[in-house]
């Protein structure tokens, strides 16, 4: 993982799978933002979806399982979240996809 930081926003970045960890503090700025996650999310989606595959992934900070989320407006994007800290992992192009929709179903698909 690196990190990446776009003006205050910090998220980490997969090297190999180009997947994005976002932490609970970070992501809502983040999805309110799709100029921020343009500059962030540059790795196509065929990288991403290489992911799908994997079902078990672990939250870097607390190392429990993360469960997959499929927000019910954008049902090609399945993220995860950390059921402890709220931390969410999206695979490459899954958060530019998830902020094409507009703010107000972004925040009810997120808190849903
Ligand atoms: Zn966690």
Partial sequence: MKTIGVDDLHVDQCHRCGGLWINATSKEQLLADPKA??????????????????????????????????????KQVHYESCTICGGMFFDAGELREMTKVSLGQRLRSLLG
């Fill in 37 to 74: 996650v343009k500059t962030i999310d540059t790795n196509p989606s065929a990288m991403g979806k290489r992911q799908d595959n994997i079902t078990e992934i672990k939250c870097p900070l607390d190392h429990s399982v993360m469960i997959r989320m499929c927000p019910p407006q954008k």
